[in-house]
């Protein structure tokens, strides 16, 4: 993960600012997973002993480029390519006689698995590998193509309306889609692909999708800013709303975890293994979606009892599930409960009591305990 740039100005102000994810220069030698990647079986249960491998994203293209450097354009964007040519060399290091290559990402990373997981399986067809069974796991990348709670002029990657920021990134990268995908959609309007809930049902292998329901990315890019001032009953109206839309988009979706809190990325994070959706954590849920994609191979279809892979949360406001990360105040960095939080955030305790036919001392009751 790490956003995107999609013109000549905001690609030199990346440049000079975050050169770690437009260059692989001034990487460190040697990284420690964490995790998904961790190698602890306390902090990676089912597969800290598997085969892993870290590709860090140097290309600012949401994995999708196909552009080398010209005089027309002084960067190169490779996203799609590198992903082709690490699957070539693993191959050659042992993946040949993979059963199951599982391709996870975060954020940008996690919209990289959606654009590049079926391409990935066609490759290694082609290259005679048909049995090696591709899966994606998608973190924090399924976003919405949604009004912006603002709307701004297209400065930046921050500033601008998800779709007018990919349209112009396609075109800047020399973008590729996957065909089935492309196909749904007329010429140049490619940029559809780049939104979870539009290239899912194209795909032909499985994903697993993990989202927030109140993401801090889409909250950004959608310029409702959580600083400081409580938030205006617009802006609360518009998140609750955001929860609500999200939770529509994900219903077809077979195997999905989508807590009900405000917070980015969780796959590689080492409390990953803390948060719960209906009781079953994260690492548990991954675990039962790996059986039952074993078990459908063998025997058709049976979802496997008491191993839920289905994980949404139906409470409506950010935070209202106990087991979410830890809120910090972005000014103070002091650690908030639920209550402070929402408080904060200007929820209004005596209406919203009031709403659900509650004493509002029951209704923080309710809250502090995430029912």
Request: charged share 20%; aromatic share 10%.
């Amino acid at each position: 993960g790490g956003w995107y740039c999609f013109n000549r100005e905001n690609c030199d102000t990346r440049y000079d600012t975050m050169r770690r994810l437009m260059s692989s220069r001034e990487w460190p030698a040697t990284r420690v997973g964490t995790g998904i990647l961790s190698s602890q079986p306390e902090e990676n249960p089912h597969w800290w002993n598997a085969n892993m491998v870290f590709i860090p994203y140097c290309s600012s293209d949401v994995w999708s480029g196909a552009s080398s450097k010209s005089e027309k354009n002084e960067y190169a964007f490779m996203g799609a390519l590198i992903i082709q040519e690490v699957i070539k060399e693993l191959v050659g290091k042992g993946l040949s006689t993979a059963k199951v290559l599982l391709l996870a990402g975060s954020s940008a990373g996690g919209t990289g698995v959606l654009l590049n997981v079926d391409r990935v399986a066609e490759q290694l067809e082609e290259m005679g590998y048909q049995g090696i069974q591709v899966r994606g796991l998608a973190d924090s990348g399924w976003f919405l193509d949604n009004k912006q709670y603002r709307r701004t002029d297209c400065i930046d990657t921050i500033t601008c309306a998800p779709t007018e920021a990919i349209r112009r990134g396609i075109r800047y990268w020399n973008g590729i889609v996957p065909k089935r995908c492309k196909l749904q959609f007329k010429e140049g309007e490619e940029w559809n692909c780049f939104f979870g809930y539009k290239i899912y049902p194209t795909l032909r292998c499985p994903v697993f999708v993990v989202q927030w329901l109140f993401d801090e990315a889409q909250l950004t890019v959608d310029n409702v800013h959580l600083t400081g001032q409580p938030v205006q009953e617009g802006q609360w109206l518009y998140i609750q709303n955001l929860g609500r839309e999200l939770r529509n988009t994900l219903k077809d979706v077979t195997a999905s975890f989508a807590p009900a809190c405000l917070s980015h990325e969780i796959i590689t994070r080492n409390h990953w293994t803390d948060i719960q959706v209906k009781g079953t954590s994260l690492p548990r849920a991954l675990h039962c979606w790996d059986r039952s994609l074993h078990e459908s191979n063998k025997n058709g279809k049976v979802p496997l009892k008491g191993c839920p892979i289905h994980l949404i949360d139906s409470c409506p406001w950010p935070h209202c599930n106990p087991s979410c990360p830890t809120i910090r105040d972005q000014f103070t960095g002091q650690e908030m409960n639920v209550i402070q939080f929402l408080m904060h955030m200007g929820f209004d305790v005596q209406k919203m009591a009031q709403q659900q036919g509650l004493e509002p001392s029951k209704l923080l009751g309710m809250l502090s305990s995430g029912n």
